[in-house]
């Protein structure tokens, strides 16, 4: 099992090609990114990896972690791996830490892409997060994970997946970080607030939404790419929090498509 800087990670595509890095969200797992890796792979040296304190990595943590902290992880894996400069790509919480990383590290990071972020926690967000945090405390982990779908995607994709989602949080039962993790990883993601420092990232940003994401209404990705000096919002009308994962094949070309031009950016 390849670890380094005692994260656990997988490499995917050439040896030789451009770095990109992939960040899952708040569950910190590489295998959040399977829908993606096939036509990632075909253009890049994929690396996806757990966050620590999830599923292969180390699972100690700091009493208290922060966003940017997960970014820190991000530069140690690229030193482990002798990798200069990479790209981004992150989902949620993963996203945000990727800007960490380039506020503390500018040259090492070059475009990244944030799937449903946020520069300052958005009440909705607070709101589930608290009703996330009920289920954990008050039914345990089992009730977190069988609800966890319904922050993550669309109605009818629910219905469409219900034994694949059944069987997959069977999974992550198995695999469990532990309540105090989870709840940690939790606080990172609320306590996050860039907006303070967003004009001094000059890596260029790719922002996408969904108009039925539950977790993260749409709008905070397009504050978020306003707010930063290069940078491009891209919504989708439907998708939800997992955008990536329900609508993958959209997904996939247009930040190839934007990961692979030299074109000039636009906001939307």
């Given amino acids: 099992m390849p670890t380094a800087a005692d994260l656990y990670y997988e490499e995917h595509g050439r040896a030789d090609a451009p770095p990109l890095i992939l960040s899952s969200g708040l569950g910190g797992s590489a295998s959040y990114w399977r829908p993606n890796l096939a036509a990632l792979s075909r253009h890049f040296r994929v690396i996806a990896y757990d966050h620590r304190g999830t599923g292969r ?63 300052r926690l958005d009440p909705q967000t607070a709101r589930c997060f608290d009703v996330r945090l009920t289920l954990l405390r008050k039914a345990g982990a089992r009730a977190y994970l069988e609800a966890q779908p319904l922050f993550l995607f669309p109605p009818d994709w629910l219905s469409e997946h219900d034994a694949a989602l059944r069987e997959e949080s069977e999974h992550h039962l198995a695999h469990w970080p532990g309540d105090a993790t989870m709840e940690k990883r939790i606080a990172a993601a609320r306590a996050f607030d860039a907006a303070p420092w967003l004009g001094m990232i000059d890596s260029p940003v790719f922002a996408i939404s969904a108009s039925d994401d539950l977790l993260v209404p749409w709008r905070n990705s397009q504050a978020l790419a306003h707010a930063l000096p290069h940078a491009v919002h891209r919504h989708f009308d439907w998708g939800g929090h997992a955008l990536n994962v329900t609508a993958s094949d959209r997904f996939n070309r247009d930040i190839l498509d934007w990961l692979t031009s030299g074109a000039t950016l636009f906001r939307s």
């Fill in 57 to 119: 990595s180390d699972r100690a943590l700091p009493e208290r972690v922060t966003l940017a902290d997960l970014g820190a992880d991000m530069l140690a894996l690229m030193d482990r791996l002798g990798i200069a400069r990479a790209g981004i790509i992150g989902h949620a919480i993963g996203g945000m830490a990727a800007l960490e990383a380039a506020r503390a590290a500018p040259e090492r990071v070059d475009r990244i892409v944030i799937i449903n972020g946020w520069a």
